[in-house]
Every structure is written in structure tokens, then in C-alpha cells.
């Protein structure tokens, strides 16, 4: 549910309601001794805070990974007795083509190659003052705003010059400089002055230019009892997979069923929207998957071209690639030109490749109904690829390993921190086809080798990317900022 603040103007930021979510449920999973620790932290937080807010404010409340980690943190951080908040900012599409060439960009690429000149500027700051200043009714000194990535930067000075304690949160980049991160940063660094602290997923993201000892590195986690990645049977896999279309359907198979992050039942009624050539699948059939957004940097054609050059000939396997349906990821605007270069090389593929390949719409109007099905995707696949050609981080690939499924990924970004020797598969080029093309059909054929990465996957993710850890680390630079 969503609210909008109070404040003058077209562009106002709106606070996303978000359910109290327990951190008792981490106690059986955790074990005894990180769980005392968890609530210890927890408490030593609240402590801290007491009689502060803290404002979490992004672009979207839905689409992506960090709408997703937005609304399990805020549950949690709930939980522990702090008053904490969710917004997200208003804004065009002339905005968000703006912010899109500047996420690009922090990868290390041009995108559209469209200018970030003193016309861009202007416009990004205005849109941004106009949020700031809806925000500032709601926003006391001492309080501590959270503004994550390029979107938000330009409310950073407003809301520090009302006595607000602000952090930037950048959630993507790149190993090492070029002209195009250089470029970005000229636009951004401006508005970041103001911002006492910086927090990103890999130290290698934060430019040359910014003091050290202000920069903090947290590294995102995934929820495990989110309807994402709650565990779910293998007939709710079946059933919810049919129910989407991506199964063969069977007469009389009731919904497939999961909890809602609130513990009341939900049940995947809704379908996407499958481009294929061929019946659907049967429930035996292996299965490779890649979830991500339509997006050049996710390189959902070279995922789709390499599997066609080794998988078909070697192995009796399909390939889902899943994203959502373009026109509800509001801070996107490349989505529907990626998805139809996608369809462009899936017509072109041969026609025994193109009868293995689909391309996969989920419905996003229920956003707990849209990770559920995530869920049974990822659960129901023999092998999930990540093949992205760059990454700020690329949490889908810990949530893949998370359900025990073998991963293929790129050697890129913040998948290098995900997958450790033994856990998964690393490709050292992501460019370089003929050699994912193999590595995928060898590994298909090897069912050994899959569950052995499935289980020591699962183990690593557990050690190292729960939300225990992410709220730690928060904690901790609540600490360092004093009181």
C-alpha cells in the first residue's frame, strides 16, 4: 500500500506501507549463538536510534532487487523497535532515461549514448529538489536518510541542510574506471558532498575521489523466508509452473500455493506471457533458467545464442528466459526495445533451437504472486545461468544458490563475491560464447556435478548472504556515525 507525502509540486515522494516481519523466525535457521547475536545487534541499534527515523528512499517500489531488499530490510528493522521508513520519489519518463544513462554508465557502458549535459543536469535536479522538498515535512534533524542509487542523489543537500544525517547507497558499478564511469560520476558528485557517509557492494565501485574513510562496503542479502525464497514443495513448483503456462497444464490441478510475507496464504492464479514455438514443457524436462530484467548488461541474446550452439546437439534440455512485464518497471525505459531484440534473435535461431527456447513474461500487479513464482522457476530448474556483462551485484544468482541449483555465472562484479571454488561455475569471459556454450552442455550432462554444486551452494549462501548479516552490517555503520 502507498501513501504520498505531504509537499508542493508534481513530484513527491510516496512512503510504502510495509508489514512488521519477525526476526524470531531466524532463530531455527541461524542456530542458537548468531541468533543471540542478531537480537543483540538488533537491540544495541534501537538503542542507538531511539527517538530518530530512519527514511530509506529509492525509485521504484516494485521491478527490482532493490524494491525487493527495501521492503524484507524495513520489515525487519520493524521488528527490532525502530521507527524506520520506505519512500520512493516521483518523477518522468525524461528522468528516468536520464537515470538509466547514468546506471549504464557506473557499469562501465554508454547505453543509449545520450547526453549528460548542463540540460540533463537541470532537469535531474529539478526533479529531484521537488522530491526533497515533499520529503522534508517528514524528515527531523538527526534523522537518517537513506538514498539509494543515481535516482536520489540530487535530495542529498536539501535533506542534510534540514539537519538530516544522510548516506548514498550505490548499488551498482564497476571494477576500475573509463571514460563512461568517469562521465557518470561528473554528473553525480555535485550532489554528494553533502552525504556523510557512502555505502556500496564492493569497495572496488567507490571512485578514486571519495574519502575513504567514508566509504562502507554491505553487501546485499536475500530473505530466505520471502515468498522468493520460502521453501516450497515440489508439487507447489509443479503446480504454481503450470499454472503460469510454462507447464503442461493438468484438468483439476488446484493453484500453486505459498505464504505471503504477512503469513497468510497465497496462491499463483495469474499467467505470463510466454513467447515459444512448441508445446509446453513436461515437469521431467531440464530446465535452464536466467531471471533477470530485460536489460543489454543482463545479455539475455547471448545467454539464448549460446545455449543454441552446444545444448540442443548434446542434451534433451530447454531454456526459460524470465523477466517482467516491461511496462510495470517504471524506472526502466529499455526494457520493451531489450525485449524485442530478444524476440528478433529468437525468431532467428534455428528451428531446433527455437522449439527448445522460451522467453518469459511474469506479471507483476501482485509483486508477493511475481517472486513466487521466481521461486518455483528457480527451484524447478536443473541449471540457472547469470551471464551478465556487467554486475553491481546480481542477487538473483545467491538466490539461485540458495535452492540448491547448480550456477553458471559471469566473473563479474559482485557475482565474483557470491560464488566461492566449489559453489558454482565462473566464466572468465562473459563475451565468449563457445565457451559458455560448453561449460553449460558439460555440465548438463553431468548430474553429479550439479548436485554437488546445488548443496555446497546452499552452505555458502547460508554462511554468508542472509539477512542477518546485511542487518549487522547496518548496524554497524549506525556505530560508526555516532550519536
Known amino acids: 500500500m502507498e501513501t504520498t507525502a505531504g509537499g508542493p509540486g508534481r513530484y513527491s515522494v510516496r ?3 510495509v508489514p512488521v516481519r519477525q526476526l524470531s523466525r531466524f532463530g531455527p535457521l541461524l542456530g542458537a549463538d548468531r541468533y543471540a547475536e542478531l537480537l543483540r545487534v538488533a537491540a544495541s541499534a ?3 536510534l531511539e527517538g530518530r527515523t530512519v527514511v530509506n528512499v529509492n525509485s521504484t517500489a516494485s521491478g527490482g532487487g532493490v524494491a525487493e531488499m527495501l521492503d524484507m530490510l524495513v520489515g525487519y528493522v520493524r521488528d527490532a523497535g525502530i521507527d524506520v521508513r520506505w519512500d520512493v520519489l516521483a518523477a518522468d519518463a525524461e528522468f528516468f532515461s536520464i537515470t538509466k544513462r547514468l546506471h549504464n554508465r557506473l557499469h562501465g557502458v554508454p547505453g543509449d549514448a545520450g547526453d549528460l549535459e548542463a540540460t540533463e543536469a537541470r532537469h535531474y535536479a529539478a526533479v529531484t529538489a521537488a522530491n526533497a522538498t515533499s520529503a522534508l515535512g517528514q524528515v527531523r534533524p538527526g534523522d537518517v536518510v537513506l538514498l539509494h542509487d543515481p535516482q536520489t542523489a540530487g535530495m542529498a543537500a536539501a535533506l542534510s541542510d534540514a539537519g538530516a544525517r544522510v548516506v548514498w547507497r550505490c548499488h551498482v558499478g564497476r571494477d576500475g574506471a573509463n571514460r563512461w564511469t568517469d562521465g557518470a560520476w561528473s554528473f553525480l558528485r555535485p550532489h554528494l558532498s553533502a552525504c556523510e557517509a557512502y555505502v556500496f557492494s564492493r569497495l572496488e565501485y ?4 571519495m574519502d575513504p574513510s567514508r566509504v562502507h562496503v554491505i553487501p546485499p542479502s536475500i530473505d530466505p523466508f520471502s515468498p522468493k525464497n520460502q521453501e516450497l514443495s515440489d508439487d507447489a513448483v509443479v503446480r504454481i509452473l503450470r499454472g503460469i503456462g510454462l507447464l503442461a ?3 483439476g490441478s488446484p493453484p500453486g500455493a505459498f505464504v505471503r510475507s504477512d503469513g497468510s496464504p497465497g496462491r499463483v492464479v495469474a499467467r505470463a506471457a510466454i513467447l515459444r514455438d512448441g508445446p509446453p514443457l513436461q515437469p521431467g524436462d531440464p530446465l535452464v533458467v536466467q531471471v533477470s530484467r530485460w536489460d543489454h548488461l543482463k545479455d539475455m541474446v547471448g545467454v539464448m545464442e549460446g545455449f543454441a550452439r552446444a545444448v540442443p546437439s548434446r542434451v534433451d534440455a530447454h531454456l526459460a528466459l524470465v523477466g517482467p512485464q516491461m511496462d510495470l518497471v517504471a524506472d526502466d525505459p529499455e526494457g520493451a526495445a531489450v525485449f524485442a531484440e530478444c524476440v528478433e534473435a529468437w525468431q532467428a535461431l534455428p528451428d531446433e533451437s527455437r522449439h527448445r527456447v522460451q522467453l518469459v513474461c511474469l506479471p507483476m500487479e501482485d509483486v508477493e504472486e511475481n517472486a513466487a ?3 518455483a522457476l528457480q527451484r524447478h530448474a536443473t541449471v540457472i545461468v547469470q551471464k ?3 554486475e553491481g551485484f546480481g542477487l538473483t544468482v545467491a538466490e539461485a544458490m540458495w535452492k540448491g541449483r547448480a550456477v553458471i555465472a559471469s566473473r563479474v562484479g559482485g557475482i565474483i563475491d557470491q560464488v566461492a571454488p566449489g559453489t558454482g561455475i565462473l566464466l572468465e569471459d562473459p563475451g565468449d560464447l563457445d565457451a559458455f556454450a560448453t561449460t553449460l552442455a558439460d555440465l548438463l550432462v553431468d548430474p553429479e556435478a550439479i548436485a554437488r554444486l546445488g548443496h555446497r551452494a546452499h552452505q555458502h549462501v547460508l554462511a554468508e548472504f ?7 552490517r547496518y548496524a554497524a555503520l549506525i556505530e560508526w556515525m555516532g550519536p
Open 15 to 17: 512512503q510504502i506501507e
Open 46 to 48: 534501537a538503542m542507538r
Open 206 to 209: 567507490a571512485p578514486r575521489w
Open 249 to 251: 497444464d493438468q484438468e
Open 373 to 375: 513464482m521466481v521461486n
Open 388 to 390: 551478465s556483462l556487467r
Open 466 to 472: 542472509v539477512t542477518d548479516v546485511h542487518l549487522e
